[in-house]
């Protein structure tokens, strides 16, 4: 994985350290208060894109429609990019580009994001499969099904990235610790997850490491790529391979069955409501933090 600290330190890249001291007084309010006008300018690009599909938003197709998915969650990311745009350009007077979204050189980072969550959630398959906590029922491929899941993902990890890490926890950098930023910023995106179908004490726990993870990376490099492929590639596994999602149902090649609801398989939170996700979250967490800190240190 190229880290690019050299480039990051040249260029520095995403960091707001020029930001004025009395700029940061408000700033880490505004990365709490930044909810607010998401939540308003998010339900209204999503009413609008259900009145346009005419669905409702609660009616079991709009659950069951990968299309629907789609609209929904471009809507969402749009909303998303301009709510933050409109607080970085307005309050910090700089581009939205340089909240991480620059992808020069970060090619590797998708790459390397993409290959670990997906051998997590094979790995976790193959291991509930032989211990008879999951059972294979069939496969069922549709390509158009297939390519909607995809952008589907891409475009929730996009918006949930950009908001809490690009956002809120690099905000909160600015006036905490970097390690208290990541651990309020783990928070707010295990609460984003609090009305999700199906919670328990062990899902609220796999979210929370789900967001350490996702914003170890960013604590260290200041980039959103890694965690916006390695974000996607977890969900659309999960997916493919039968697991519901956060408790949500979506489009799988692989359909399974569960012998029966044990914290080892998660149940009908999918996969993030095991004990499997929660070890391999905390096996990555850690390998990420000593990877970071021992390149961090070799460049200082």
């Not at 599909?53 to 079991?60: M, Q, T, V």
């Amino acid at each position: 994985m190229n880290l690019q600290y050299i480039n990051k330190i040249s260029h520095k890249e995403d960091a707001i350290q020029d930001t004025s001291c009395s700029q940061k007084k408000y700033l880490w309010l505004m990365s709490l208060f930044i909810i607010v006008p998401w939540v308003v300018i998010y339900g209204i690009c999503t009413y609008i894109t259900t009145m346009w599909l005419g669905i409702r938003i609660d009616s079991p197709e709009a659950e069951m429609s990968s299309n629907s998915h789609f609209w929904t969650s471009l809507s969402g990311l749009f909303a998303t990019m301009l709510t933050i745009w409109g607080a970085v350009r307005i309050i910090e007077k700089k581009k939205l580009r340089d909240i991480g979204l620059r992808i020069n050189n970060r090619i590797a980072d998708i790459i390397f994001g993409i290959i670990i969550a997906a051998l997590c959630i094979i790995i976790g398959y193959i291991v509930l499969i032989s211990t008879n906590q999951l059972i294979f029922l069939r496969t069922h491929f549709n390509l158009t099904e297939m390519v909607a899941s995809i952008f589907f993902f891409i475009f929730g990890a996009m918006t949930e990235e950009i908001l809490v890490r690009g956002y809120i926890q690099r905000v909160l950098m600015s006036k905490y610790n970097k390690y208290i930023a990541l651990l309020f910023s783990s928070i707010i995106f295990t609460l984003m997850h609090g009305y999700n179908p199906n919670l328990g004490l062990v899902p609220l726990i796999s979210l929370f490491l789900a967001g350490v993870t996702f914003g170890l990376s960013y604590l260290y490099t200041n980039n959103l790529w890694f965690p916006i492929a390695f974000h996607a590639s977890w969900n659309f596994f999960q997916s493919l391979f039968g697991f519901n999602v956060s408790g949500i149902s979506f489009y799988s090649v692989i359909e399974s069955h569960t012998t029966t609801t044990t914290i080892m398989n998660g149940g009908e939170f999918g996969f993030e409501g095991s004990i499997l996700s929660i070890l391999f979250e905390f096996t990555i967490i850690i390998c990420l933090f000593l990877y970071f800190h021992r390149s961090e240190e070799a460049y200082d």
